[in-house]
């Protein structure tokens, strides 16, 4: 049975399911996903709490978002669960996080609010509860002036300080809101709040720069596929959640650091490390290899892929991040990338395609014999625009 609520402060049509399984959830809200998908936006997110959705219009990035949080927030009455997810909608004259946090008021005195400062206050006080900010069409400002304080906070934090450094609203200890609570000075990212950004990339939005892309996970919605559509299901079941019902399993245990260290390195050490060592050995020498952050966040992947995933296959988790972690910051000219991406393109091929290095296009595409198809598939794209273009991005 389907109940519909509507937050009119955020508009946000709210629906509830009686399921718990997350891919009945998405089928009976009449919006069609691959499992993989779906799987892969799970994890990022259990991974790390900042994900970035991208790709053409209309395929489904803003609703992923809002259907995940719906699901996981099934349980609570549309009052509460209008408390823990924010929908904020982009605008392209933000200049600095006040479109985000809000501001203090010196004529009345008061501090004017936003969604996304109730939301953090009140994450602060539910940490055992996850929170939701949906951040739409996020790179129609420039996401380094409004996002910038938010991006730093989240590599403050450590196991030993999950609350990292705070953000500065204003000068007083404490003032009122416009809407009666009190506002701190000072304002902690709490870990349970959980950030995706939507992204779509036309004459009217900003690129990301490799410091945006290199502290989160990157999903990419450019395919269209009328027959699956049509059928509502995907014919590859290779990235699947063994158990659907994952409402308790977004936050960390007790027991588990919510954020990314060396330790999920040498956890996943035996499956990582020649990956790493292979693909540092290509970007290393033209500067376009990754750090320790990287590191560490695809080997927590690599751990919470292993313990979810129904089947767990090594080349299939390390391709994922491939495409999600590492491919989103190569962006520039052919002199720059072509021999890079071609070189990337032979270890993710591995025999299951065939370069024609003349044309830099792929000319025989066998994806059941390629190490790493995803990826493969998406640097063969790249490579031709390089050679189409004289340029690529991986953000198209």
Same mark, same amino acid.
Request: charged letters at 25%; hydrophobic letters at 35%.
């Given at each position: 049975?389907?109940?519909?609520?509507?937050?009119?402060?955020?508009?946000?049509?709210?629906? $509830?399911?009686?399921?718990?399984?997350?891919?009945?959830? %998405?089928?009976?809200?009449?919006?069609?996903?691959?499992?993989?998908?779906?799987?892969?936006? !799970?994890?990022?997110?259990?991974?790390?709490?900042?994900?970035? *959705?991208?790709?053409?219009?209309?395929?489904?990035?803003?609703? +992923?978002?809002?259907?995940?949080?719906?699901?996981?927030?099934?349980?609570? @009455?549309?009052?509460?669960?209008?408390?823990?997810?924010?929908?904020?909608?982009?605008?392209?004259?933000?200049?600095?996080?006040? =479109?985000?946090?809000?501001?203090?008021?010196?004529?009345?005195?008061?501090?004017?609010?936003?969604?996304?400062?109730?939301? *953090?206050?009140?994450?602060?006080?539910?940490?055992?509860?996850?929170?939701?900010?949906?951040?739409?069409?996020?790179?129609?400002?420039?996401?380094?002036?409004?996002?910038?304080?938010?991006?730093?906070?989240?590599?403050?934090?450590?196991?030993?300080? /999950?609350?990292?450094?705070?953000?500065?609203?204003? /000068?007083?200890?404490?003032?009122?809101?416009?809407?009666?609570?009190?506002?701190?000075?000072?304002?902690?990212?709490?870990?349970?709040?959980? %950030?995706?950004?939507?992204?779509?990339?036309?004459?009217?939005?900003?690129?990301?720069?490799?410091?945006?892309? $290199?502290?989160?996970?990157?999903?990419?919605?450019?395919?269209?596929?009328?027959?699956?559509?049509? @059928? =509502?299901? &995907?014919?590859?079941?290779? !990235?699947?959640?063994?158990?659907?019902?994952?409402?308790?399993?977004?936050?960390?245990?007790?027991?588990?650091?919510?954020?990314? &260290?060396?330790?999920?390195?040498?956890?996943?050490?035996?499956?990582?490390?020649?990956?790493?060592?292979?693909?540092?050995?290509?970007? &290393?020498?033209?500067?376009? /290899?990754?750090?320790?952050?990287?590191?560490?966040?695809?080997?927590?992947?690599?751990?919470?892929?292993?313990?979810? +995933?129904?089947?767990?296959?090594?080349? $299939?988790?390390?391709?994922?991040?491939?495409?999600?972690?590492?491919?989103?910051?190569?962006?520039?000219?052919?002199?720059?990338?072509?021999?890079?991406?071609?070189? *990337?393109?032979?270890?993710?091929?591995?025999? =299951?395609? @065939?370069?024609?290095?003349?044309?830099?296009?792929?000319?025989?595409?066998?994806?059941?014999?390629?190490?790493?198809?995803?990826?493969?598939?998406?640097?063969?794209?790249?490579?031709?625009?390089?050679? +189409?273009?004289?340029?690529?991005?991986?953000?198209?």
């Amino acid at each position: 049975m389907k109940k519909w609520t509507f937050d009119k402060r955020k508009g946000l049509l709210s629906m $509830d399911y009686d399921t718990k399984d997350i891919f009945d959830y %998405f089928e009976k809200a009449g919006f069609y996903f691959p499992k993989e998908v779906i799987t892969r936006y !799970f994890l990022s997110l259990k991974t790390k709490p900042f994900v970035i *959705l991208t790709g053409i219009s209309g395929t489904g990035k803003t609703k +992923i978002a809002q259907i995940f949080a719906e699901y996981i927030c099934q349980d609570d @009455t549309p009052e509460q669960r209008s408390k823990r997810i924010a929908f904020v909608s982009v605008r392209p004259d933000w200049m600095d996080n006040r =479109g985000l946090l809000g501001y203090y008021n010196l004529l009345d005195e008061k501090y004017h609010t936003t969604a996304v400062t109730e939301i *953090l206050l009140e994450a602060a006080q539910n940490p055992d509860k996850p929170y939701f900010i949906i951040l739409d069409e996020m790179n129609l400002a420039k996401v380094e002036q409004y996002f910038s304080d938010f991006l730093s906070i989240m590599e403050s934090r450590t196991p030993s300080n /999950h609350q990292g450094e705070p953000i500065h609203l204003h /000068h007083a200890e404490e003032v009122n809101a416009q809407n009666g609570s009190k506002i701190p000075g000072r304002l902690n990212i709490p870990p349970n709040v959980f %950030f995706t950004g939507t992204v779509n990339v036309d004459e009217s939005t900003y690129m990301f720069s490799p410091k945006v892309l $290199d502290r989160a996970n990157v999903i990419e919605f450019n395919d269209v596929n009328i027959a699956s559509y049509s @059928t =509502g299901s &995907s014919g590859s079941e290779r !990235f699947v959640l063994k158990d659907s019902n994952i409402i308790k399993k977004l936050m960390s245990d007790g027991n588990e650091s919510p954020f990314c &260290s060396k330790s999920d390195y040498e956890e996943a050490k035996e499956y990582v490390d020649n990956f790493f060592t292979e693909i540092l050995d290509i970007l &290393s020498p033209y500067n376009l /290899h990754f750090g320790y952050r990287v590191i560490n966040e695809i080997s927590r992947f690599v751990i919470n892929a292993k313990e979810e +995933i129904e089947t767990f296959d090594i080349n $299939d988790v390390l391709d994922i991040q491939m495409l999600q972690k590492i491919l989103p910051k190569f962006h520039g000219s052919q002199a720059k990338l072509e021999e890079p991406l071609k070189e *990337l393109f032979q270890q993710c091929a591995k025999q =299951g395609y @065939t370069l024609d290095v003349s044309k830099a296009r792929v000319v025989d595409y066998l994806t059941d014999s390629a190490r790493y198809p995803r990826s493969a598939a998406k640097l063969s794209r790249m490579l031709d625009n390089l050679t +189409i273009q004289g340029y690529t991005s991986f953000i198209e």
